[in-house]
């Protein structure tokens, strides 16, 4: 089956099995590696990326129901070796350990962060409620939001918007 997708920001045909996983189109066929398998079934949020805008878990989607759609995987987030807020965030806030969940959390991150600029560290808890870390404690990851989120702001989020 060919599809028609828009893959961090380029247009592409693609030939692939309308069954095979999202993840393994995109890791295998594409040699876009940031996605993580975790769990392969939906639980851990480690092979998250953006399907039109939303988060999902690609492990879970059939690659013949992304004809037309546009992803982001981590890969895109980033402006060639700039890092997003979110990236440059999880990285300056120790935010990140052992690299599994990262992607996932950073792609989730982002469309939380587009949706809800304003999220309280709380909010920004439940948002990312389905990525699961062994490593962090999550506490330097919500402290790297609310930096991403806000700037100006220190690690519990308050200060200048």
């Known amino acids: 089956m060919t599809l028609r997708v828009r893959l961090n920001g380029r247009d592409l045909l693609l030939d692939v099995d309308p069954q095979r996983r999202l993840l393994d189109v995109l890791r295998d066929e594409l040699r876009l590696t940031g996605s993580k398998e975790g769990c392969g079934e939906g639980e851990c949020g480690a092979c998250t990326v953006l399907l039109d805008g939303e988060p999902v878990c690609s492990c879970l989607v059939p690659a013949g129901q992304v004809d037309g759609s546009e992803i982001m995987t981590v890969e895109g987030l980033g402006d060639g070796e700039l890092l ?13 350990q052992c690299g599994i969940c990262t992607p996932g959390i950073a792609v989730c991150a ?9 999220a309280s560290a709380e909010r920004l808890r439940e948002l ?33 918007p």
Request: proline share 5%.
């Open 84 to 96: 997003s807020a979110v990236q440059d965030a999880l990285v300056r806030f120790g935010g990140t």
């Open 110 to 118: 982002t469309a939380a962060l587009r949706r809800e600029p304003d």
């Open 128 to 160: 990312l409620a389905g990525n699961l870390c062994r490593c962090t404690g999550y506490q330097l990851v919500i402290d790297a939001l609310c930096a991403a989120a806000r700037p100006a702001a220190g690690p519990s989020g308050e200060g200048a």
